[in-house]
């Protein structure tokens, strides 16, 4: 079995080796860091998930974890997120029924010009592609508390290949004339396919979600794999690095602890993963997501902002800063 190491780059490879040091602070599966782990830095959360089952229904909760299956609001938010310094948020959609994509809209504009949340802003629920769409993302476009469009792309029910559609593509074009975002959320091993439609909207912003949605697993030798990868270490870094290329990309920092392999330390399993992003994509184009309460599955939201802060310990606090918030200020165009 091939070393997981002796597949990245030589930065990448630092940086892993960097983290060992502090791995140790992180029991398997333990609570958050204490002391500078826990620095008061500012912190803009562009991945925060809010769900009231008594207003929208979420197809995909069936039969999914208990943990998840019960309202998500504000306040149980302010109490995951309480000394953590959480200034701001970006609201990511929670792939709703197409019938409650404007109830959800509408509920996070309330939400943004009420002035009472972190939240501030928003990228609501669509689907590229479908008939009406473009009448839904010009409507919605002229809210400037709606920065941009996601539409999950790894559910079952989407075919492989989905938004390389002629139509699908005519509607990210679409975005990028009214000034909107596409976050990338799809299956790692359709990254390709990724880079093939970034490459067909040159004029529209894109955030690939969750380090493009890469396996811990794969980095891991196969005898400590919780389960077998669907995509390799090696091809899952090639495809990062050609969405890296592309200028109209940055990468979304989150997600990844939901997947984190049982009985390995959250820094060991993730350090990989994240280095190669961050080394990839530069100081400039990455940003910090939560992912609560999805994150839930892996750890709590302090044990994740306590895991990355510790892999990037590191790296000059000035890009600990832009991670963490200053690059999501600026490509969201927040206000301070």
Known sequence: MMNPLDSRTPSSRRGFLQTMAGATALAVGGSALAGSAIADMPIIDTHQHLWDLNKVKLPWLTGAPEVLSKTYGLDEYRKATEGLNVVQAVYMEVDVRPEDQVKEAELLLEICRSKKAPTVAAVISGRPGSEGFEAYARRFAKNPEIKGIRRVLHSPET??????????????????????????????????????????????????????????????????????????????????????????????????????????????????????????????????????????????????????????????????????????????????
Not at 209 to 223: I, K, Q, R, T, Y
Not at 233 to 240: E, G, K, L, T, V
Not at 260 to 268: A, E, L
């Open 159 to 336: 075919p492989a290949g989905t938004c390389l559609d002629a139509a699908f593509v005519k509607s990210i074009q679409l975005l990028g004339e009214l000034n909107l975002s596409f976050d990338l959320c799809m299956r790692p091993e359709e990254l390709k396919d990724a880079a093939k439609l970034v490459k067909q909207c040159p004029g529209t912003r894109f955030i690939l979600d969750h380090c493009g949605n890469g396996s811990p697993d794969a980095f891991l030798p196969e005898e400590k794999r919780s389960k077998k990868p669907s995509h390799t270490a090696a091809d899952w870094q090639a495809d990062i690095a050609a969405l890296a290329a592309c200028d109209n990309v940055i990468c979304k920092i989150s997600g990844v602890i939901a997947s984190t392999p049982k009985g390995i330390p959250y820094v060991d399993a993730l350090a990989p993963l994240i280095n190669h992003c961050l080394d990839s994509f530069g100081k400039d184009r990455v940003i910090f997501g939560g992912d609560w309460p999805v994150c839930l599955l892996g750890a709590s939201y302090k044990d994740w902002v306590a895991t990355l802060k510790t892999i990037i310990a590191s790296r000059p606090e000035a890009e600990q800063r832009q991670l963490f918030a200053e690059n999501a200020r600026k490509f969201y165009g927040l206000p301070k």
